[in-house]
């Protein structure tokens, strides 16, 4: 079992800037993939940012440029976003599992973190 424990979401401007971190129980390394999806109210949990464990990244093509994965050498994974937009506003999700473009193909999941993007 893996817990996922996110922080760093919070209201910024548009243009600004906000990382978001996730935290794994246990080591991530035997996990094939991390993602970061996010969702907005009565809608589907949509893909920004995957990451394999061979360190290939993918990116929804909305936010290509401007955001930003990464992950430490134990089990932290980031997200970078900037030049953030009104349409940005989401809650953020962290996810492990199988490395794939689709919620359904994660099997653990964090609890979420609200980002506003207004001015």
């Known amino acids: 079992q893996v817990h996922l424990t996110e922080s760093g979401g919070g209201l910024v401007q548009p243009g600004g800037s906000l990382t978001l971190s996730c935290t794994a129980s246990?080591?991530?390394?035997?996990?094939?993939?991390m993602g970061w999806f996010r969702q907005e109210p009565g809608k589907q949990r949509d893909l920004v940012a995957v990451i394999s464990q061979g360190d290939n990244i993918k990116y929804a093509d909305s936010v290509k440029g401007r955001f930003a994965m990464s992950r430490d050498a134990k089990n932290t994974v980031y997200l970078q976003m900037n030049s953030l937009k009104p349409e940005d506003t989401a809650v953020y999700y962290c996810a492990a599992g199988n490395y794939g473009l689709h919620s359904y193909e994660y099997d653990y999941w964090g609890q979420g973190a609200q980002v506003t993007v207004s001015s």
């Open positions: 246990s080591s991530i390394f035997p996990i094939l993939g």
